[in-house]
């Protein structure tokens, strides 16, 4: 298994200059997670605001450097590539951001976003072979050209414009697509096509999508793995239907209970328990998520929770599951399935 | 145009006292240089006390128009073209500036979209909520500790500290200030909350927490709520009733139980069809097509070109809506021959 991007122990700490020394938030806390190159796949990672999902996102961008470890991609750490290959990272690992409002200028046509990276990046050597290149890409998102083109963002809907990102996402023929909630703003009734058109990027064009959420539901139709995230650590992670269908740790169980099911006959479940304030990180010595808990022990307190291999494809780090081995490599995705395992289960 | 009506609309107009607000062909225009956008198109329903409204329906289905215009603040382009809507039998739409300022808050209460928007970032959460009592309530100015007292019962009530009233907006999280923006919006007791998409912004785990707070809060003032928004799992968890609004108009309209069961429009039923869940993965491709543009809508039903039943009517004449159950109506062409 080749990894393509590779996260190695890697730690993101925001705050904490020399006068604010107890201030430190640990947005990202010791991860690590390989995205390999011959086995395609939707990685989902989940987790509610301030749990460093989107700081993930951003690491494995490139956009803001690790504080502690490495980022690597194609084996290169990222922070000492050369020009020319930060180039190809830049062109081969995408993304697409949640606002599909924002991420256009208001004065140029839509087709400013999909030209100006065409260009930037040499994906055709003439004007005609770009704009072949360019529809090919917004047709394969389910996209007419003709209507598309030519117009400015504004005369589009919030589906079209989040189509017409992953199209430009597409066009550099990318490795990797990191979609950061991609779904959240767009309409009910759109969504579902959106997904489909990141779904077909796996099935048909074997991209690897890393999807950004913190809405399981959309996650769980298209997502093969799951990364479960909490105050910047992983506290379970795994094939994505064993893990909804049996959510191990205490945190995941809260997650999918809270989840409002569009059916007024399955009430939410009766359990809610958060903090109202959430005072930034003090010295926590146990687990993150003990004040939360509802199935506090003694030691979550003193000890921080390793991840315990439970099931040969679901990790989690809660005491509950101390009976069993402790995962034996540090990698988050040693414990995801691989490609045929994935088929067997939605099957 | 074809005049909408549902039965409880006509019923209705002799209002009994447990109707809080009556809603009666109420239509919001936009003026556009180039043409007339109808944003709310005649749309007519009527809320009992202590009921809990949806209102469903994509961007541009004119559902936040609806909820401006009940508050009495449609702003230009935008205008009230026509209709009625009583609150407590008085006409909300014929008040003058200074009897809607004094009806809003007091009889009527927005919890806005985006709570980070809508509190002062230099004022703290104290002297919002004061000010808003200040300026809203009726009869004699209450004293400084009366005052105080009541912050400190209404941050109770929305489950917040009492640290929280010396705090500033941008040191609160995204649940908590949705909890102060609910705190104001019950601050007078309201009869009618009109909360649009109050949880839009915010993750699961704190979203069901304030859509709980907000249901033990209109059940402690015995109000009613409109909730609108487009997440039909939230909706099904919270309302009992709920409207579908498809181009500024209702196109369906019944209890939580039968739409989510038994719905008859094809655009409620394509709706709760691409609802994604746990039960099942990637099978539907959503509802096929666009939203319709408020200025250039197709002629007959705005969901023609749509629809999976589109019939030769559908392209011509207008639907109107009809009963179809219990409680329910729909406007759709498939139920004209029954009963009206």
């Not at chain 2, 300026?135 to 019962?153: F, I, M, S, W």
Request: aromatic share 6%; net charge negative.
């Amino acid at each position: 298994m080749a990894p393509l991007l590779e996260l190695r122990n890697v730690s993101k700490i925001f705050g904490g200059g020399i006068f604010n020394r107890r201030n430190v938030t640990v947005a990202v806390d010791d991860i690590s997670l390989t995205i390999s190159e011959d086995n395609p796949s939707i990685t989902s990672i989940a987790g509610e605001s301030g749990s460093g999902k989107s700081t993930m996102a951003r690491l494995l961008l490139g956009i803001i450097e690790p504080t502690k470890g490495s980022v690597l991609y194609k084996g290169k750490d990222v922070s000492t590539m050369t020009r020319r290959e930060m180039k190809q990272y830049r062109r081969e690992v995408q993304p697409i951001f949640q606002d599909p409002f924002e991420s256009y200028n208001p004065f140029y046509k839509v087709d400013h976003v999909l030209h100006r990276p065409a260009k930037n990046f040499d994906i055709a050597r003439t004007p005609s072979a770009r704009n072949e290149a360019i529809e090919e890409a917004l047709l394969m998102v389910g996209l007419q050209p003709d209507e598309t083109l030519g117009r400015y963002p504004h005369q589009l809907s919030g589906g079209q414009r989040q189509r017409v990102m992953v199209a430009r996402a597409l066009l550099l023929k990318p490795r990797i697509i990191l979609a950061d909630e991609p779904v959240s703003m767009v309409d009910a009734s759109l969504r579902a096509t959106i997904l489909e058109s990141i779904q077909k990027l796996k099935d048909e064009l074997g991209i690897s999508v890393v999807y950004i959420t913190h809405d399981l539901t959309t996650a769980y139709q298209i997502s093969d793995n799951l990364m479960i995230m909490y105050e910047g650590s992983v506290v379970e992670a795994g094939t994505m239907q064993e893990i909804i269908q049996q959510p191990n740790h205490p945190y995941t169980q809260l997650l999918i209970d809270s989840v409002p099911q569009p059916n007024p006959k399955t009430p939410w479940g009766s359990q809610t328990n958060s903090r109202v304030i959430n005072q930034g990180l003090t010295e926590l010595k146990g687990c993150k998520f003990a004040d939360r808990c509802p199935a506090i022990m003694d030691m979550c307190n003193l000890e921080v929770p390793a991840l315990f291999q439970i099931r040969k494809h679901v990790v989690a780090g809660c005491f509950l599951y101390r009976d069993s081995k402790v995962m034996d490599n540090t990698d988050i995705a040693s414990s995801f399935a691989e490609k045929d395992t994935i088929l067997n289960a939605a099957n | 145009m074809i005049l909408v009506q549902t039965d409880q609309a006509v019923a209705e107009k002799s209002t009994t006292s447990d109707d809080v607000l009556v809603v009666d062909d109420l239509r919001v225009y936009y003026d556009t240089p180039s043409s007339v956008v109808k944003a709310v198109d005649g749309v007519s329903f009527t809320l009992r006390q202590g009921q809990r409204l949806a209102l469903v329906g994509e961007s541009g289905s004119g559902k936040s128009t609806l909820a401006t215009a009940l508050m009495g603040m449609t702003k230009a382009p935008g205008r009230v073209h026509g209709g009625h809507v009583y609150l407590t039998g008085r006409d909300l739409l014929a008040m003058n500036r200074s009897e809607m300022r004094m009806t809003r808050l007091s009889d009527i209460a927005l919890v806005p979209q985006a709570a980070l928007n809508s509190l002062n970032p230099v004022i703290r959460v104290q002297r919002q909520i004061i000010d808003g009592i200040i300026d809203h309530a009726e009869g004699e100015k209450p004293t400084k500790e009366e005052l105080n007292e009541r912050v400190q019962e209404l941050l109770r009530t929305v489950g917040l500290p009492s640290s929280v009233a010396r705090m500033y907006p941008h040191e609160l999280s995204g649940g908590m200030k949705q909890r102060v923006a609910m705190a104001i919006a019950t601050s007078l007791s309201p009869k009618l909350i009109i909360a649009d998409e109050p949880t839009s912004a915010l993750d699961v785990v704190v979203q069901r927490q304030i859509m709980e707070t907000l249901g033990q809060l209109q059940e402690g003032l015995s109000a009613s709520v409109i909730l609108i928004g487009h997440d039909m799992g939230l909706i099904a968890q919270f309302a009992d009733t709920i409207g579908i609004m498809y181009a500024g108009k209702l196109v369906e309209f019944g209890p939580v139980e039968a739409i989510f069961e038994n719905a008859q429009h094809p655009y409620t039923q394509a709706l709760i069809q691409s609802l994604p869940s746990f039960d099942h993965r990637l099978q539907s491709s959503g509802i096929p097509g666009l939203p319709p543009t408020l200025a250039n809508l197709p002629e007959g039903c705005s969901f023609n070109p749509r629809c999976t039943f589109v019939m030769d009517t559908c392209r011509i004449n207008e639907p109107a809506l009809r009963n179809v159950g219990p409680g329910q109506s729909a406007s759709c062409h498939l139920f004209d021959g029954d009963r009206k």
